[in-house]
């Protein structure tokens, strides 16, 4: 039973650049029906493990399997049309596109649709567009960005682009959502309303766009918010697992606390 | 539907990706067209053929609007591009007899799969650096042109283009190409529009905005900017086909290297990153041009001590300039007008 909950699991990987070894030797399950968050102090290798589970960067050693299929060495977009989608750090969205093209661009993968139907757009084109047109609907209701349908992405606020960007991610249907630091740089509202939208991607009954709640791997500074809305924390210290559980073991794990507050009594 | 977008609610979502939602845009669109193919009643001569030339310099434009506006992949070959579909379509005319309107798709066909030969290495690079490549591939087509192929193409003596004929119907007057390039113009223009607006072009630009991005939501981006590439150049080869059709015989001197750099150029001037750019792009091009055309002789009678060289420089100055003051005041160029007109329009009659 245990083994089937995994969605995507990271064997032994190791990662270096020149003569960083940015991940050495972690081992990470992924079940399907969990938040996990990574945590850890600077340069400790989280971005990396989703560097790596994307696609960006070859680990050197070890395996990523995703639902049983290794995805080591297979091309970024492959391994999004295989159910992995993304945010980023910095925000990583299509400045020259509106909120509504932005969103649609995640259904790229679903849009059976070849360019010389583009050249027409009457007919099997605009079916295409206006029925993942209405898919995108969903999600904008769902994250509330109706206000900026039309708007060009250039314009909006910070949190809202936060926001629009978790939307594409979400237009992709994944099965497995990476999101990277979606807090960072958010006052205390928004805050506050990307935890609810982290959750309710998880405890939503989803009916119209996506089948099936994704797995959420959320890489997170925010301590509060980590501890809030994981349900298992894995931290990380150079490169390597040093501890992983519930929120409260991890709360009380000296490793843990070492790596973040340094040896020294206190 | 109402005369007035303001106010104007979507009930489907067709009608959210329209491009035409009132009944004055479709008033307007049909009076643009009635405005179009009555040209040649009140324009002749000159004047005329100088339409027919912002057409297929229209067509071409489209071309490199996909490549540079949409995709960011900066050409400096389109020039070659132009030329290579030119001389595809005058060889088949010329050597096997085909008729034109046969000749003209293979032109695009041929450009297109010369640019993805091209393209295969050239994608590799991003933004300015795909420059070089580029201009090599309009120097490789000088190279097949003028010696591989010059049994065939009589190198720099030039090819004679036969004038297109369609079911006995000759287009061997202005008044009548004029009505061939207008229609195919505003054909080529709406598919690239429709392009842009489908999924490919939203791809498109993504790889342009942010590849690494693209790539992780699942875009191939090597496909897509050769995709980019090969529509990119058959536009440039179906442009070419038109042109050198229109002037009867071409030779390698006609596709200059600063042509290339004038596709480029004018793309800033009239925007980059929208089909309306590429239109006012080459309609400012070539009327320009045009207009260096018509003030050198007259400068040069007046300075008559300089030689004749303000005819042959005044057209490179003006040019130059007239892109470095478009870079300092409106680097989005005319099509960045167009659209804050549009948005004023759309709230009409409120401010905001």
């Not at chain 1, 391994?79 to 750090?89: D, K, L, P, S, Y």
């Not at chain 2, 791809?203 to 590439?229: C, H, P, Q, S, T």
């Given at each position: 039973?245990?083994?089937?909950?995994?969605?995507?699991?990271?064997?032994?990987?190791?990662?270096?650049?020149?003569?960083?070894?940015?991940?050495?030797?972690?081992?990470?399950?992924?079940?399907?029906?969990?938040?996990?968050?990574?945590?850890?102090?600077?340069?400790?290798?989280?971005?990396?493990?989703?560097?790596?589970?994307?696609?960006?960067?070859?680990?050197?050693?070890?395996?990523?399997?995703?639902?049983?299929?290794?995805?080591?060495?297979?091309?970024?977009?492959?391994?999004?049309?295989?159910?992995?989608?993304?945010?980023?750090?910095?925000?990583?969205?299509?400045?020259?596109?509106?909120?509504?093209?932005?969103?649609?661009?995640?259904?790229?993968?679903?849009?059976?649709?070849?360019?010389?139907?583009?050249?027409?757009?009457?007919?099997?084109?605009?079916?295409?567009?206006?029925?993942?047109?209405?898919?995108?609907?969903?999600?904008?209701?769902?994250?509330?960005?109706?206000?900026?349908?039309?708007?060009?992405?250039?314009?909006?606020?910070?949190?809202?682009?936060?926001?629009?960007?978790?939307?594409?991610?979400?237009?992709?249907?994944?099965?497995?959502?990476?999101?990277?630091?979606?807090?960072?740089?958010?006052?205390?509202?928004?805050?506050?309303?990307?935890?609810?939208?982290?959750?309710?991607?998880?405890?939503?009954?989803?009916?119209?766009?996506?089948?099936?709640?994704?797995?959420?791997?959320?890489?997170?500074?925010?301590?509060?918010?980590?501890?809030?809305?994981?349900?298992?924390?894995?931290?990380?210290?150079?490169?390597?697992?040093?501890?992983?559980?519930?929120?409260?073991?991890?709360?009380?794990?000296?490793?843990?606390?070492?790596?973040?507050?340094?040896?020294?009594?206190? | 539907?109402?005369?007035?977008?303001?106010?104007?609610?979507?009930?489907?979502?067709?009608?959210?990706?329209?491009?035409?939602?009132?009944?004055?845009?479709?008033?307007?669109?049909?009076?643009?067209?009635?405005?179009?193919?009555?040209?040649?009643?009140?324009?002749?001569?000159?004047?005329?053929?100088l339409g027919i030339i912002i057409g297929t310099t229209m067509i071409a434009m489209f071309g490199a609007q996909v490549m540079v506006g949409?995709?960011?992949q900066i050409t400096l070959g389109h020039a070659g591009f132009v030329g290579f579909g030119a001389?595809?379509?005058?060889?088949?005319?010329?050597?096997?007899?085909?008729?034109?309107?046969?000749?003209?798709?293979?032109?695009?066909?041929?450009a297109?799969?010369?640019?993805?030969?091209?393209?295969?290495?050239?994608?590799?690079?991003?933004?300015l650096?795909m420059v070089i490549?580029t201009i090599?591939a309009h120097f490789?087509f000088f190279?097949?042109?003028?010696?591989?192929?010059?049994?065939?193409?009589?190198?720099?003596?030039?090819?004679?283009?036969?004038?297109?004929?369609?079911?006995?119907?000759?287009?061997?007057?202005?008044?009548?190409?004029?009505?061939?390039?207008?229609?195919?113009t505003?054909?080529?223009?709406?598919?690239?529009?429709?392009?842009?607006?489908?999924?490919?072009?939203?791809?498109?630009?993504?790889?342009?905005?942010?590849?690494?991005?693209?790539?992780?939501?699942?875009?191939?981006?090597?496909?897509?900017?050769?995709?980019?590439?090969?529509?990119g150049n058959?536009y440039a080869g179906i442009g070419g086909?038109l042109w050198a059709?229109?002037v009867?015989?071409i030779?390698t001197e006609f596709f200059p290297i600063l042509d290339t750099v004038y596709y480029v150029a004018f793309l800033i001037v009239g925007g980059l990153g929208?089909i309306m750019g590429a239109v006012f792009a080459a309609i400012f091009w070539r009327v320009l041009g045009e207009g260096v055309n018509y003030v050198a002789?007259?400068?040069?009678?007046?300075?008559?001590?300089?030689?004749?060289?303000?005819v042959s420089s005044m057209g490179l100055i003006t040019f130059a300039v007239v892109t470095m003051l478009f870079l300092i005041?409106e680097p989005?160029g005319i099509a960045?007008?167009?659209?804050?007109?549009?948005?004023?329009?759309?709230?009409?009659?409120?401010?905001?």
């Open positions: 039973m245990q083994e089937n909950r995994v969605i995507l699991s990271l064997e032994d990987i190791y990662l270096s650049f020149g003569g960083v070894q940015a991940l050495a030797g972690v081992n990470i399950d992924i079940k399907k029906d969990e938040i996990l968050a990574l945590i850890g102090p600077n340069g400790s290798g989280k971005t990396s493990i989703l560097n790596s589970i994307s696609g960006f960067y070859r680990p050197q050693k070890g395996n990523i399997y995703l639902k049983g299929k290794r995805i080591n060495n297979i091309k970024p977009s492959k391994i999004a049309a295989m159910g992995v989608a993304r945010t980023f750090q910095n925000l990583a969205l299509y400045r020259g596109l509106s909120t509504v093209d932005n969103i649609l661009s995640g259904r790229h993968i679903m849009m059976k649709q070849s360019f010389l139907s583009g050249f027409l757009y009457f007919g099997p084109a605009l079916k295409t567009e206006v029925e993942h047109r209405r898919q995108v609907e969903y999600i904008m209701d769902f994250l509330e960005l109706e206000p900026y349908r039309h708007q060009h992405v250039g314009v909006l606020p910070y949190g809202v682009r936060k926001r629009v960007e978790l939307g594409r991610a979400l237009a992709m249907e994944p099965k497995v959502l990476l999101l990277d630091e979606p807090m960072a740089g958010m006052n205390m509202e928004e805050k506050e309303d990307m935890a609810r939208y982290v959750l309710d991607i998880r405890e939503a009954k989803w009916e119209t766009v996506i089948k099936e709640s994704p797995a959420i791997v959320l890489v997170e500074h925010e301590m509060d918010v980590v501890m809030g809305i994981a349900e298992r924390v894995v931290a990380l210290d150079w490169g390597k697992k040093i501890a992983e559980g519930t929120p409260d073991e991890i709360k009380n794990n000296q490793a843990v606390i070492k790596a973040y507050l340094g040896e020294e009594e206190y | 539907m109402k005369g007035r977008p303001c106010g104007v609610f979507d009930v489907r979502y067709s009608q959210d990706r329209a491009i035409l939602r009132t009944k004055t845009h479709w008033a307007l669109f049909i009076l643009f067209l009635i405005f179009l193919f009555t040209i040649p009643i009140f324009l002749k001569g000159h004047l005329l053929s949409y995709t960011m001389y595809v379509s005058a060889l088949l005319t010329h050597h096997l007899g085909w008729n034109f309107f046969f000749a003209l798709p293979m032109a695009g066909l041929g297109a799969l010369y640019g993805l030969i091209i393209g295969t290495s050239t994608v590799r690079c991003k933004g650096y490549p090599s490789i190279y097949l042109v003028n010696e591989v192929f010059k049994k065939w193409t009589f190198g720099s003596e030039g090819i004679q283009c036969a004038t297109p004929v369609l079911f006995g119907f000759a287009f061997n007057t202005d008044f009548r190409y004029f009505y061939l390039v207008a229609i195919l505003v054909i080529m223009g709406l598919a690239a529009k429709n392009l842009v607006r489908t999924k490919t072009g939203r791809a498109f630009v993504a790889i342009r905005d942010n590849d690494i991005a693209a790539e992780v939501m699942g875009i191939d981006i090597y496909r897509y900017k050769l995709l980019a590439f090969a529509i058959f086909a059709h229109y009867t015989y030779n929208s002789p007259i400068l040069d009678n007046i300075m008559a001590g300089t030689g004749g060289n303000i005041f989005r960045h007008r167009w659209e804050l007109f549009k948005q004023s329009y759309r709230l009409h009659p409120f401010n905001y």
